[in-house]
T-cell receptor, first 111, second 112 residues
Framework: QKEVEQNSGPLSVPEGAIASLNCTYSDRGSQSFFWYRQYSGKSPELIMFIYSNGDKEDGRFTAQLNKASQYVSLLIRDSQPSDSATYLCAVNSDSSYKLIFGSGTRLLVRP | SAVISQKPSRDICQRGTSLTIQCQVDSQVTMMFWYRQQPGQSLTLIATANQGSEATYESGFVIDKFPISRPNLTFSTLTVSNMSPEDSSIYLC?????????FGPGTRLTVT
């Protein structure tokens, strides 16, 4: 069974710090990797996706992918209290666009 | 990205009844999906809504319980049939735009 694992948290960081969120996946054939942010009572919002090994940067966010280690991470620089949310890692393992989600990591940014 | 709307946004239903949830997209999309998010849990894919053909259901979900329609490339419905309290969840539709997948605002269903 294909699995996506995340630490549930909460991960607590002070304002201005770097928050590091991690995700591992079981299917070596996984092709695309996504990070979503979900505020309480809201639907998931796509932050970024990555499909090649290495880093991908978008503003304060950097996604890192290591397919050999089956590991994907999200770094949030200069964390703000408004970044406090649950971050969901999702993996696409075939060409059907179906996503398998991790259980999410709750991030708390302390003012 | 596509703008996705869902109706109703929330509902409280009695056990044994059925509820149909609508998902409308502001542009034509090939891939539409229905997910469920149970309280405190992550998202689980229910099915892929195929335009002009029967939906493709994931393991643990069946057509009799969750019938899906996809009459065109901008609209889909999910029906939750013969509801029980265990069906209390948020139901979300999503659409794929290239690699990216976007979610509607969700329908919060409470079954009493």
């Amino acid at each position: 069974q294909k699995e996506v694992e995340q630490n549930s948290g909460p991960l607590s960081v002070p304002e201005g710090a770097i928050a590091s969120l991690n995700c591992t996946y079981s299917d070596r054939g996984s092709q695309s990797f996504f990070w979503y942010r979900q505020y309480s009572g809201k639907s998931p919002e796509l932050i970024m996706f990555i499909y090649s090994n290495g880093d991908k940067e978008d503003g304060r966010f950097t996604a890192q992918l290591n397919k050999a280690s089956q590991y994907v991470s999200l770094l949030i620089r200069d964390s703000q209290p408004s970044d406090s949310a649950t971050y969901l890692c999702a993996v696409n393992s075939d060409s059907s666009y179906k996503l398998i989600f991790g259980s999410g990591t709750r991030l708390l940014v302390r003012p | 990205s596509a703008v996705i709307s869902q109706k109703p946004s929330r509902d409280i239903c009695q056990r044994g009844t059925s509820l149909t949830i609508q998902c409308q997209v502001d542009s034509q999309v090939t891939m539409m999906f229905w997910y469920r998010q149970q309280p405190g849990q992550s998202l689980t894919l229910i099915a892929t809504a195929n335009q002009g053909s029967e939906a493709t259901y994931e393991s643990g979900f069946v057509i009799d319980k969750f019938p899906i329609s996809r009459p065109n490339l901008t609209f889909s419905t999910l029906t939750v049939s013969n509801m029980s309290p265990e069906d209390s969840s948020i139901y979300l539709c999503s659409v794929a735009d290239g690699y990216e997948q976007y979610f509607g605002p969700g329908t919060r269903l409470t079954v009493t």
